[in-house]
């Protein structure tokens, strides 16, 4: 993307993994699956597109989420 657009003016993370619901305890499997989509991806997604988002004149990134039903 840098090669051809040389910027990036938005960047929308939409993925999201719910906690299992209605547990008292979590399992550390479910919750490391919770964190690595949840948090950790977004951190290194943001943190590769920032060069272009930075070279944009009104760069932004939006991360949406939904509530659990």
């Known amino acids: 993307m840098n090669e051809?657009?040389?910027k990036l003016d938005i960047l929308v993370g939409n993925a999201g993994v719910a906690v299992p619901p209605r547990r008292s305890h979590i399992e550390l499997?479910?919750?490391n699956d919770v964190m690595a989509v949840n948090v950790s991806a977004n951190f290194q997604l943001i943190?590769?597109?920032?060069?272009?988002l930075?070279?944009?004149?009104a760069g932004r990134a939006v991360f949406v989420t939904s509530p659990r039903q």
């Open 4 to 6: 051809r657009h040389g």
């Open 54 to 57: 930075k070279k944009s004149d």
């Open 47 to 52: 943190r590769c597109m920032e060069p272009l």
């Open 29 to 31: 499997k479910p919750w």
